[in-house]
Each structure stands twice: as structure tokens, then as C-alpha cells.
């Protein structure tokens, strides 16, 4: 059954019509007919079974019949804080992170940042990777969408106020158990390429982030988010 977002109150027995996006990807590209069903979400909590009731040129109409309250969410809460990166690396970042259960995304800028948005990019860019976020709930069936939150410096980042157990991805260091004492409620550091200066990282340590080495070899930025979240699945989820 095909899943879609839909930014709207949806209540079991209304009437809802289809926003542009859905009517454009159900009924004009998958060519949905009177009488097939979907699932609906709206990102505040579960979700939702509706019909195809009534179709016109360019808009439709669908009966919702039934409400499911999963989430598919993870038991513990990830705030991952990504320094970014150009080209398709972010977004292959932010989707995988969504597919992986991540609660947040804090976008970062540091010392050996690739990019800096300026004015009106921001929007766009923020927009675009938010676009991500939904679609990879479509596809993983999480309900609830995580936000990517505006860029904010490094710096400025760990001095907010943030989750109890906090870990920086730092290669080379001392390997240690940094999950045994983890709280169900994580901030995860992941640096550029190039990776965050030593001064960038003992400035997390002052902060409170524990060194967290994953393996003998450095990843790359896209890749270390991937590894360190099925990491925290795997140890945290029971």
C-alpha cells in the first residue's frame, strides 16, 4: 500500500481532498482509480488508512477509514549534529539518518566546513533536505518526521543545552565502551570532511562529548552517521 505525507488534520470517517503533491504522485503518476487505498500521515503521530472516494481533473477526494498509533520510532531519541557537506553527500545523510531513527538534525558549520548557506539559500537548501526527511518516512514507515534544524556554528552547538549522553565520532582515539552508562536521549557529533580539528574536538570533551572510535578505519562523513546510528539500534533497541 503506498504511503504519503500530507500536511492536514485527518480524522477517521472525514473527508479529506488529496493535497497538489499526493493527487500529482497517487493519481496522475501511480494512476490510482476510485475504490484503491493508501496510508496517510501528517507527521503528528500515527497514521491513517483512507479510500479514493472521487476523482476530478485536478483534485481528489479520499475517505479516512481507520487510524494506526505506531510510530516506528526508536526507544531512545538521537539529536544528531552534522556538519555539512557539498553535493549529494547531505542528502544522502539526512535520508539514511530519517531511515535509521534519528529524533533531529542539527545542521553545523566548522573549521574545515565545505560549505556556508547564505540569505535566501538557506531556505532552499533546508527546505530541500526537509523534503528528504519526508520522503524517507514515506519509504521506512516512521511516522513521525524529524526536523533539520537551521545551520548554527559548531562552537554555538555545544554550548546550547543538549542530551545527556554525548558522543563526537573521533577516529584514532581510544576505543571504549562509551554505550555502557547511554541515556535514552543522545547527541551525536559527526565532523566534516577532513574531520573536526583537535581543537574542535577537545573543545567537545570540555563540553561533554566522549570520544567514540567505531573501527580501525576513518569514514567518510556520509558514511559515519550510517554506521554510528545502526551502532546505537542494535545496542539500544530491545
Known amino acids: 500500500m503506498p504511503r504519503f505525507f500530507m500536511e492536514a488534520e485527518l480524522n477517521v470517517d472525514h473527508t479529506v ?25 501528517n507527521g503528528q503521530g500515527g497514521e491513517y488508512e483512507v479510500t479514493l472516494s472521487d476523482v476530478a481533473k485536478k483534485s481528489a ?8 498509533p505506531t510510530n516506528r520510532t526508536p526507544a531512545f531519541k538521537t ?6 557537506s557539498k553535493g549529494d553527500r547531505m542528502d544522502y545523510v539526512i535520508q539514511k539518518a530519517v531511515e535509521l531513527g534519528v529524533s ?3 545542521l553545523l558549520t566548522s573549521e574545515r ?3 556556508r548557506l547564505k540569505y535566501d539559500r538557506d531556505q532552499k537548501k533546508i527546505d530541500h533536505w526537509q523534503g528528504i526527511a519526508i520522503a524517507a518516512c514515506e519509504q521506512c514507515g516512521m511516522n513521525i518526521v524529524p526536523k533539520i534544524l537551521a545551520p548554527l556554528s559548531l562552537e554555538k552547538w555545544l554550548a546550547s543545552e543538549l542530551p545527556a549522553t554525548r558522543l563526537v565520532l573521533a ?4 576505543k571504549i565502551d562509551v554505550l555502557a552508562h547511554a541515556t535514552p536521549n543522545i547527541a551525536l557529533l559527526i565532523g566534516p570532511e577532513g574531520g573536526l580539528s583537535e581543537a ?8 561533554g562529548f566522549i570520544n567514540w572510535c567505531i573501527g580501525e578505519r576513518v569514514l567518510r562523513t556520509e558514511t559515519a552517521p550510517v554506521v554510528a546510528l545502526s551502532i546505537l539500534n542494535y545496542n539500544l533497541v530491545i
Open 79 to 84: 539529536l544528531l549534529g552534522q556538519v555539512m
Open 113 to 115: 566546513c565545505e560549505m
Open 171 to 174: 577516529p584514532n582515539k581510544e
Open 200 to 207: 574542535e574536538i577537545t573543545t567537545a570533551n570540555e563540553n
Open 104 to 106: 533531529e538534525i542539527q
Open 61 to 68: 477526494l479520499v475517505q479516512v477509514t481507520a487510524f494506526n
Open 17 to 41: 481532498e488529496l493535497t497538489e503533491t499526493v493527487f500529482h504522485h497517487w493519481v496522475k503518476v501511480l494512476r490510482a482509480q476510485v475504490g484503491e487505498t493508501a496510508t496517510l500521515f
